[in-house]
């Protein structure tokens, strides 16, 4: 047990920046952007520093969860080639940004996000580069955030929802106190921070300017679920229950349009821009095109914010390879069934996998025959049968007398792992990329694959 353990504390050693520990610690400089894991934050200890950009905060983020691959390229301890393997697996990146959220919103560049001690914190927007990274509610914990992209202004309720907090982020002050003297149910600011909407308990719909004075302009029947504004400010829109979309004129305080939208009652609306994404009370759930006025596909993105249980993560389409280390002899042995044209791999991972021993294919479903003979391997994994060249592994970096290979199996990822060989040389083929192709032949093109590959994301 005692070697066992020695063993895991050298490969964490050769491994260190892939994750064996804990993430790494951070120590901004004043002229970096304040950014930070702890969810307890003074906002006085962002005095002096720079606000970050969102693509700042999910680029941190990512750094202290997601180490860098490249320590692969470090040789192992003497003794340990050949004794272990890592499995590098594809899977989407999930980027944990905050613990103890309340609420957020996001929107473009912008993130504003609330925490269950009245903290507000900002990224992107007019904020960054010249106003605050924070502002604190006047209760806690915050329930609800309003916020566009180029606007200044950012309204929140927090407790018990008694008042609308309004707070110009350029300048990190809260320049507004809105109270109707009832508990507020749904607020909203316009996207260019000139008009403030709320509506209270008693359902009541109040409209004014976003430092300026309330009226209240209508009484809603019905429990209103959706309250804002068009993308140019000048039109007011709320949905209730029963499906009434009803339109004001924020300017003039008058309702200009009315219509029902079938398929209620409803349980939620959500507004996103000229869309509304409804879920019905019998479960339906459809996209509403306001202009239009016609039923499309529900619209859920697999990728983006979201916030569970208290934490908001960040799903990104950028595919990332996670590490797993498997401490075990390397071992890889080829059989051909020369009646069956086939290969027989008994794999690096202890599993049996068939090729075909005409063009390297990967095959499936194979009955087993009585006429397996063991093929030899040459020094790099390869050999030749009939004039046919095969290989299993590409040699990508030798430090010294060690070399990495790695062998790409669909489905399962790339295996990379240590062997000793007798001439030494220092080199490394495509770094921060890692070798694939299909089947077994040699004729087979090879493809090199970074170590981040898919779609662009926030940080690009």
Known sequence: MKLQYLVFILICFVFSAAGCGGGKGASPDIDEPYLTADEDLDISQLAGKR???????VSFSASQQYSSLDSIYNSPPEGMAGNYYVLLSESKEVVNLAGKVTS???????????????????????????????VQAASEPVNSISWFPKSNYLAASSADNKVVEIFKVNECARVRVADVNSTVDLFAVSPKGSWLALVDEARRLWVGPVEGKLQQVSRFLHQPLSLSFSDEEGILMAVDVTG???MWSPLKLTKIYESKIKDGPF?????????????????????????????????????????????????????????????????????????????????????????SAVTGALLKGVQDFADWEPVKLGRNLDFSVRGHEFVLAQPIAQRGFQRLY???????????????VARPDDYFKSRGMVPRRNGISAQAPLKWESFEAGKLDIRD
């Open 51 to 57: 606000p970050a950009t969102l693509a700042e905060l």
């Open 244 to 246: 009434l979309l009803s």
């Open 267 to 355: 349980e939620s609306v959500a507004a996103d821009g000229p869309y509304l994404n409804i879920v019905t009370e019998k479960g339906k759930r459809f996209r509403w095109d306001i202009g239009q006025r016609v039923q499309t596909a529900f619209h859920e993105s697999v990728d983006g914010f979201f916030l569970k249980d208290g934490v908001l993560s960040y799903h990104s389409p950028r595919k990332r390879l996670s590490r797993r280390v498997f401490f075990k002899p390397v071992s890889i042995e080829v059989e051909r069934s020369p009646s069956g044209r086939v290969f027989k791999v008994n794999d690096i991972d202890g599993e049996f996998r068939y090729y």
């Open 406 to 420: 790695c062998r790409f199996i669909p489905s399962k990822g790339y295996f990379l792992w240590w062997e000793k």
């Open 104 to 134: 957020y919103v996001q929107k473009g560049d912008i993130l504003a996000a609330g925490f269950q001690n009245g903290v507000i914190k900002v990224y992107g927007g007019s904020g960054s580069g010249s106003g605050c990274g924070a």
